[in-house]
């Protein structure tokens, strides 16, 4: 009777254990993507809460959120597109959370990319659309600062995100290109291939925003995931992908 008490137990405590948990979702651009993803997985250790999670270009999200898309909350590469979200309405709040680094990126190790770029010795090079994600304008104005943007246009391979951008190279289209820091490090070093790390002087400092959207306002998981990321734990996974 005692062990029949004891499994009816633990089934009513399996039972409910749903009922007190909950979930947001949240907009995440391409570059945050990965951290995300090891952030969610933590806080639903630690608080049982869950966050649902979308990815794409800064400028794509964006465009769903103005749309009606029924995001609670908004991980920008940027800081214009929440900005314009609480102008709009759309948010109430935002917050800075990371500070990006761009890099130059190949899959061959071994390799000098300054010299390949400053001679154009490739086929292709790899660059998100400036016009859609803030990674790519600034790859844009890093080859404006290094003189080459007019004379790489023939050779330009346009990601729309920084995922697209990564598959591009990653399956050998193209030789190189223009990544996040944060897709090809983790846990303090590169993952694989060559890479520069582009002077931070080439172009504007990539601050990253995340707005809390009119959906989320009152969603407590919202609250709970933006206390989480003040923890020290938080901010270790952030920056073992290679934030300042």
């Known amino acids: 009777m005692l062990r029949l008490w004891r ?3 633990i089934v009513l405590c399996f039972w409910f254990k749903p009922l007190y948990a909950a979930s947001a979702i949240v907009a995440v651009a391409n ?5 995300m993803k090891a952030l969610n997985a933590d806080f639903s250790q630690q608080t049982e809460h869950a ?4 990815t794409g270009s800064t400028g794509q999200l964006y465009a769903q959120i103005v749309n009606g898309a029924p995001f609670d909350l908004f991980f920008a590469a940027d800081t214009l597109r929440p900005q314009t979200l609480i102008e709009k309405g759309l948010g109430s709040s935002s917050f800075t959370y990371a500070q ?6 190949s899959t061959s190790p071994g390799l000098d990319l300054v010299s390949l770029l400053t001679q154009q010795d490739f086929t292709h090079l790899a660059i998100a659309d400036p016009k859609l994600a803030p990674y790519g304008l600034a790859a844009q104005q890093s080859l404006s600062k290094m003189a080459l943007w007019q004379a790489v246009q023939a050779k330009l391979v346009l990601g729309n995100g920084l995922n697209p951008t990564y598959q591009f190279i990653a399956s050998g289209n ?3 290109g223009f990544v996040a820091k944060s897709q090809v490090f983790k846990q303090g070093q590169y993952r694989e291939g060559s890479v520069w790390q582009v ?4 172009y504007q400092p ?3 925003d995340a707005v809390i959207l009119r959906k989320g306002q009152n969603n407590p998981v919202i609250n709970a995931f933006i206390n989480y990321l003040k923890t020290e ?3 270790a996974i952030i920056k073992s992908y290679g934030y300042q």
Do not use: H, K, M, T
């Open 7 to 9: 499994i009816s137990l």
């Open 51 to 54: 966050l649902q999670l979308s």
């Open 206 to 208: 990539i601050l990253q």
């Open 100 to 105: 990006g680094c761009l890099v130059l990126w």
């Open 174 to 176: 193209a030789e190189l």
């Open 31 to 35: 570059n945050f993507y990965g951290p």
């Open 199 to 202: 002077p931070i002087d080439y």
């Open 233 to 235: 734990r938080a901010q």
